[in-house]
C-alpha cells in the first residue's frame, strides 16, 4: 500500500522532498475534488494524506465519504481541528484496535 497526498503547493512539497511518490499538486478545489475522487479509485493507495482546511472545502458528500473511508484511510494534516483526535480515531477505524490503550 501506498501513502498519497493531495493538495496545494506548500502542503505537498515535503511530502515530496520525503520520498513520497504519489504527490498530487492541486491548485484550486475543482482539482482537489477530481483528484481526490480518481485516488479513491485507487487500489494501491492505502493512506491519503490531506490539509484539514482543503477537505473542509469538498462538497459534504464527498467529506462524508472520506470520513468514513477505511481503504484508503485519509488523515487530514493542518488547519484548525482536532487533528490528533481524528488521527486516533481513523488508525482505530483502519485496524480495529485503539493502540492508545
Not at 480518481?38 to 482543503?54: A, E, F, P, T
Amino acid at each position: 500500500m501506498e501513502l498519497a497526498v493531495i493538495g496545494k503547493s506548500d502542503f505537498v512539497t515535503g511530502f515530496r522532498l520525503a520520498g513520497v511518490r504519489k504527490v498530487y499538486e492541486t491548485s484550486d478545489i475543482k482539482a482537489i475534488e477530481s483528484t481526490v475522487r480518481s485516488v479513491l479509485d485507487d487500489k494501491s493507495v492505502g493512506i491519503v494524506v490531506m490539509h484539514n482546511d482543503d477537505i473542509n472545502n469538498l462538497p459534504e458528500i464527498l467529506r462524508k465519504n472520506l470520513n468514513e473511508s477505511v481503504q484508503p484511510t485519509v488523515v487530514s494534516l493542518g488547519g484548525a481541528g482536532e487533528s490528533s483526535t481524528s488521527l486516533r480515531e481513523k488508525i482505530k477505524q483502519a485496524v480495529g484496535v485503539d493502540l492508545w490503550k
